[in-house]
């Protein structure tokens, strides 16, 4: 998290205003890191360094972490040292993970060590884990202080501080006992003990839990902030709403990826390379190939019905691709209800029978819409043959693409790959199959 | 939002906490609702109204809309106001809002005249904007009031309010002067200006705006709440944080349901009845059926050329199917990079070209390796138009995937209409044309 302090914070007077007031210069780091971003990267590192040190490091954070490592390469090591020191713990953490060994060494030298071990212990957690989004700048408060010390003691340490809004409450093994809001502390006698007003039942997520774990606590509470904790139940740090925010976000665009068959990628669409779009691309158009040759055999199996009723290709597009639609409409809500929670695995039983009967009801109604078509191009067996595929491909397709995000999800895969390509390609060759044996069946009769 | 102190909160020692404790119950609001959820009714209303007053309308504000207007419906008069009025301004707004006339009128004629208004207020906006997910219960200030004094204000006027960790500063026109945080007022020392530290370059959002515009300002500047003005630029509320990442979830899941061709539907994929689902999916999958007939119309063009290489069939489902499975991909990618904001209108120029150039590699790749199953299958010459055709297709489609997003977008249409399979759809009709004419003109060569 960046401290809500300078991110909402005016332009505090100082030598750098002379220069940036001839501009138009942004008044929040957000958007001043922004500007920065598009300026040359000599002119950027003048403004930076003009900045007063508190917002240079804010305004420093919000770059995108190639351009900080630009930066940091082209900045001496006494204003990087500044600024690391300046910056929060996560982000810190972050830089120093993009970092060359050479250059991480380096910096390590320059640094106080309260710093170097924040970095190290931030920077060992795996990425996708709490522990890599996790802030080890949180509040704490003793449970026998009272309310006007522990007043007293959030505005000593609040400069250094992610948020004060919440303090936690540990023992003398580091163990979390509660937490208590600044808001409660403020509206308690002076004297009240921490511990008669703090949040006894605290909740918390393990450093090593999924970062989504975190992101949905977030989300299921309303918290500003989740404690994380290690496995021996002792307390390492906070995963603040906006940080969990941001992993949720970039969750869901590898969900929207996948569903697509795309690898994922953690670049923006802009500006992600060729050479890396083409690699995440590739991978499922192939294998899809593969996929589509069952249908293709399926196809030269029934050569001979093809031959003698060539007007059954003209079907041949519109019913496989009826039905791998209705599986990939079926499978993304799945994936989707899935990713929110909305739906969970136990939810397969009752959720299969309704699917059915949804899926009878979108095949019969395509069945009869295609219907007159069959009349009009090929009469009234080939309508026949049709209709009656059309009917059970949609359902095919429907249950289909309904069932494989739980099975992957089953077998601990994502649910996510369960892509519309995939479906449609499944239902592609039992489509072939089942058009082309209720046409012989039907037509040779 | 739900206030996070009860949120949070450990249940109060009061008449309730005998009957609950005999039964393992949720210690949290938002678990006390889903467990309150599963029992009958009749129960669920007895645990509820044993609950001290504030948990009670808290717990009440976590059940789903349509369960709090069954359980409204059962509750005597005086029981309902009672809740009511405790609940927050934003939920009860959305409670008022599902009732029929008849009960409004009845509820209205229970509440004293504060909450009336309020509720006329809130209710009067339409879904979907800002003003439908914001809540008058902010905090302010005036200026000119010292730390001390505004502090011992925020004291009195707490438990009303949604949030005190940032209070709004009106002028007399209940223009936004600025925004002051609690943190700020507890480092002042007592006699300082609230002007004096306040952040006088507020940072607001209309009230009519679209509720995303709220939602991806949070998450930009890392706000807790956002201020909402009117036309007028008078303060009218605040969004806070996890209501606007609730709109947020509820626009991506929209997303995902339009790529999918399903219409939007808000009810939980659990709970939405099989009639609404069949409907939202069979508009689009009947309307794709006509879009097929355009391939099955190229089809019957080149009968003939089918007929005599009746093997070309072999490869039709495979490369319309690679060719529609690029430009999913293409299309998903860029209706979630439109959505986040990643990519703009403006960037079409850019990304085109960079597009062609993926598209080539991709289509070259997957031309290579379709030849070698072309010469098995069908002779040299066949191969040969196999992989001329696969060629071209997947830059077909990824072109298309591609720019339709865009399109839509330019056209004010939401760009994640530009569904998987609408562009396969697209990109089928185009492929067949492809395929039989680059076939006629080598084989009849």
Redesign the interface.
Known sequence: ??R??T????MKPGPATALLDEHEVP??A?DLAAWLEQLPQSSAIEYLVALPLAQRADTFGYLPLHVQVEIARNMSRDELAQIITEMDADDRADLFNSLTAAEQQRLMRSLAQEEREDILRLSAHAEGTVGAIMTTDYATLSATMNAQDA?AA??RS??EKET??RSYVLDAQRRLMG?V????L??AADTTLVEDIM???P?SVSVNADQEEAARMI??????AVPVVDSEARMVGIVT??DA??AM?AE??ED??K????LPFKQ???EVG?GV??SR??I???L??FG??F??AG??YF?ET??AY??L??????L???S???G??S???????LA?G??QLK?WR??IL?EL??AA??GA??AL??LP?GVL?GGPSIALVVGLTMFFL?IVGSLVGMSLPFLLSRLRLDPAMAS??LV??IS?AVG?LVYFSIATLVLRM
């Open positions: 998290m960046k809500t302090g991110t909402h914070g005016v008044a929040h957000v007043i959030l505005r609040a400069p004060i809004y937490s809001r600044l808001h409660e403020i509206l949040d006894s039942t909740i989300a299921h509470y309303n918290f500003l709403h906006d925010a941001d976000q869901t665009t929207f990826q569903i697509s068959t795309v923006s669409l802009r060729i779009l083409y691309r590739v499922w158009l192939s899809l190939i589509n040759l249908s293709g196809i030269a050569e093809i031959v060539v007007s290709v003209f079907f041949l597009p519109l496989i691709d009826s791998g639609n209705a990939s409409q499978a993304t809500l799945m994936v989707r209800a929110t909305d739906v939810h009752d959720l309704r009967l949804i009801a979108l109604t395509m819409l295609v078509i191009r949609v519309g390509p449609t390609s592609d072939v």
